[in-house]
Every structure is written in structure tokens, then in C-alpha cells.
């Protein structure tokens, strides 16, 4: 944690598996906050009770990320432990009871795509004002399971509807803060559906927003410290590490610029291969998912596979000259 802090990392997440089974995960937050860095959690939210989520807060725990994929049924199988939904909801009404800034994070696959809408009502029934939407990236577990993501035209009509249902939620007063995690196709098709809505100027807006947030944040704006001190370019791609800081400072790894991937990742523009190389969101998007490329091309510089944009759509340059083309 001193070296996180004297490297100026500014948030660090506690994640897992179940970051709550460990008896110091208090100490770590308090620890975390007092070295000035903003501790935040991510969490099935089973283990949290009314206490705990207080002792948290008071150790600096500035947000809870609490996943809930799909409703009771499925979000209990999706676990593989029934109850596992109730007592998700317990946790969430603890961390809100606790004043301590909640969302609800869900990762869509087919099984669990017709609970979407009644996930984001429930949202809105517990008082949380986050949802983070998570594409499944194909890495660990998930890449035993990527037989069930959905396919590209599904995965952006489910975008498309959380866009229309945030923007309905807007429209009734409620200001429901929306999420897109793991898939930049998607900053691509907001600009597009910005410009469908709202015109030109929105969809201008909203590229520049994007290009500032820098697109994809492997091995750049992200890093991963798993159990074993082993650093990842992202906490899904635990397949390869960069160094462990038991032996050299986190310092020391994330710089290392004789670490060809790392350095050829850094570098994607100059490496990016078919409908990425000229895509005109490629300053928004960076490329997408370099691990769902590994995975499904055996090469990390292929296009993304989840990539929904229409061909039409990502043409030489993003053109904003017309409202509602």
C-alpha cells in the first residue's frame, strides 16, 4: 500500500473472489484512505450486515459495488447458492443505510439478458442511483463461460435499451447514473445514439468526453495486484503477469518499458489489425478488449469480437455535420 501511494495511485479497489472473507479487509480500507488513496469495493454483498458495512465506513470506504446479475432465480443459479440474491439485497440496504455510496453492478450474458429491465427497477425500487453495466470479457472464469455472451447485434440492442431506459428514468426525475464497463464498442454507439437523439452538437459533446476518458484502459489507466503479488495489465487478464512486487516496486513493474506486450499494448494504435486499424472511434475506443482478441484470434492486436458497430458507422473520420444522420 506505501508503494501504491508513493507511485500516486489514486483509488484502489478491493476485489476477489470475496474480498470480505479476509479479517483485515477493515484494516486494508482504513489503511488505504490514511495513505491517500480512496478505497472502494467491489462485492457480492452476501457477507455485508448493518455492522459491518458501519466499520467500513468509518475505516474510509468511499463506494460499495454490489453485484446482482438477474433476479432471484437466476442471479441464485448464475451463483450457484440460493439465497445468494436476498442476502445481495441486504448488503445493498446496508451500505445505503450506512450512507456509504452504492451500485448495482451486472454482467449481461444470455441467461440472464431478460432481467435487465427489472434489474435497473429494482435499482431504482432500493434507493442505489448506479448501475454498471458489465460486458463479459474472457478472462478467468469468465472465459469458461463465454460460450454464453451474447452475440454482437444482441449485445447492442441490450445497449440500446439500457440507454432508453436511463434516458426514461431522466425524463421522471430520477437521476440514474448509468455505467458501461468493459466493452468501448460501446463509446462509439453513444456518440451515435447521442447524435439520433439529441443532434450534432450532443454527439460532438459526447466524443469529446470520450476522447478525454482515453477508451480502453489496459495496461495504461489500470493495473491489477492479484493475491500473490503478481501485476496484471487488468484484473481479467491473470494469464500473463508483468512482475510480482514482492520482488521489484509496483513502480518499477508498471514502468518497465522493456516489456514487449506491455510496451505493444501501450503502442495498439501502431498495431491494431482489421476493422480497428481505420476505425474512426479508435481515439474512444482504443481497440476494445485486447484479452476477447487473445481469446478468440490467439492474437492480442485482432478486432475485438464484441465489436457491434455497423460498418457504415466507423468509417475514416466521425463526421458531425449533420443532425441526425
Known amino acids: 500500500m506505501d508503494d501504491l501511494a508513493s507511485y500516486g ?5 478491493f476485489s476477489g473472489g470475496e474480498p470480505l472473507v479476509r479479517d483485515d479487509l477493515t484494516e486494508l480500507v482504513e489503511y488505504a484512505a490514511e495513505s491517500g488513496i480512496r ?15 458501519r466499520e467500513l465506513r468509518d475505516a474510509g470506504l ?24 436476498d442476502a ?51 478472462g478467468g472464469r469468465g472465459a469458461d463461460i463465454s460460450n454464453v455472451d451474447l452475440t454482437p447485434g444482441e449485445k447492442r440492442k441490450a445497449v440500446r435499451r439500457l440507454c432508453d431506459m436511463t434516458r426514461e428514468y431522466h425524463d421522471r ?56 503479488g503478481n501485476v496484471h495489465m487488468t484484473q481479467f487478464w491473470q494469464g500473463y503477469s508483468l512482475g510480482n512486487v514482492r520482488d521489484r516496486s509496483f513502480g518499477d513493474i508498471w514502468d518497465d518499458q522493456t516489456n514487449p ?17 481505420e476505425c474512426c472511434y479508435r481515439d474512444i475506443c482504443r481497440g476494445g478488449s485486447r484479452l476477447r482478441a487473445l481469446s478468440a ?18 468509417g475514416i473520420a466521425p463526421s458531425f455535420e449533420a443532425s441526425g444522420d
Request: charged share 30%; hydrophobic share 35%.
Open 9 to 13: 495511485i489514486p483509488v484502489v479497489l
Open 88 to 138: 445481495a439485497l441486504r448488503g445493498i440496504r446496508a451500505f445505503l443505510d450506512a450512507d456509504v455510496k452504492t451500485g448495482l453492478r451486472y454482467t449481461i450474458t444470455e441467461r440472464n439478458a431478460p432481467d435487465l429491465r427489472d434489474v435497473v427497477d429494482l435499482l431504482y425500487e432500493e434507493g442505489v442511483n448506479r448501475f454498471c453495466f458489465y460486458h463479459l470479457d474472457y
Open 39 to 53: 478505497p472502494v469495493l467491489s462485492t457480492n454483498g452476501t457477507l455485508v450486515t448493518p455492522e459491518k458495512a
Open 173 to 228: 426525475g430520477h437521476d440514474i447514473e448509468t455505467l458501461l464497463v468493459g466493452n468501448y464498442a460501446d463509446a462509439g454507439f453513444l456518440v451515435e445514439y447521442a447524435r439520433e437523439h439529441e443532434g450534432r452538437d450532443a454527439a460532438k459533446r459526447v466524443y469529446d468526453y470520450l476522447e478525454q476518458n482515453g477508451g480502453d484502459p489496459t495496461g495504461e489507466r489500470i493495473a491489477d495486484v492479484d493475491y500473490q
Open 62 to 85: 468511499q463506494y460499495a459495488g454490489i453485484s446482482v446479475d438477474g433476479l432471484r432465480g437466476r442471479n441464485d443459479d448464475f451463483r450457484g447458492k440460493d439465497g445468494a440474491f
Open 297 to 314: 484470434h490467439d492474437d492480442p492486436f485482432a478486432p475485438d469480437p464484441q465489436c457491434y458497430l455497423h460498418d457504415d458507422e466507423i
Open 261 to 277: 506486450l506491455l510496451d505493444r499494448v501501450r503502442a495498439r494504435d501502431d498495431y491494431l489489425t482489421g476493422r480497428c486499424a
